[in-house]
């Protein structure tokens, strides 16, 4: 029985997809929704993230960043409410996407999670990575990957 879903949104037109999915599950299994978005860990050299002068520019790109991911859960919200989606709730992750979602799964012991994948050919989505590909090698979770 599905009870908990989880879906990853990253504005995207697939993550987009994936929420009105995931929206359309928790309707017709009555099960509670939980929408994620995770924002990525800013790579910057060790010497300059401890340098005085990075810091108000770290603190404004945080700002900024929980901004955007309030913004994109917000428009999720309001997409999954449209399907009819009412057990809803939002959470905002920070890290690498595919470990942050699949640390939130288990934490919050999900029975589904739902992902969008952006279709690169097989070529691209080798060379430069995947978050789908990635989040089914790290969770035991059902994973649901919409195209």
């Known amino acids: 029985m599905i ?7 990253d504005a995207s037109q697939a993550s987009g997809r994936a929420v009105s999915f ?3 599950l928790s309707v017709e ?5 939980l929408i994620l978005n995770v924002i990525r860990d800013m790579q910057l050299p060790v010497e300059l993230k401890d340098a005085p002068e990075f810091e108000s520019f770290n603190i404004a790109r ?3 960043m929980r901004k955007i991911a309030d913004k994109i859960l917000a428009e999720a919200k309001k997409t999954a ?11 905002i992750g920070s890290g690498d996407p595919a470990t942050s979602v699949a640390g939130f799964a288990k934490r919050r012991r ?7 994948t952006r279709g690169l050919s ?3 989505a080798g060379s430069m990575g995947s978050v789908s590909r990635k989040l089914l090698d ?4 059902n994973c649901l990957v919409i195209r």
């Open 3 to 9: 009870k908990k879903i989880l879906v990853a949104t």
């Open 22 to 24: 995931a929206a359309q």
């Open 29 to 33: 299994h009555e099960a509670e929704l």
């Open 62 to 64: 945080d700002d900024l």
């Open 81 to 91: 409410k449209e399907c009819g989606a009412r057990h809803i709730q939002t959470a």
């Open 110 to 116: 999900v029975d589904l999670i739902v992902v969008g």
């Open 122 to 124: 097989k070529i691209k």
């Open 138 to 141: 790290l969770t035991d979770v």
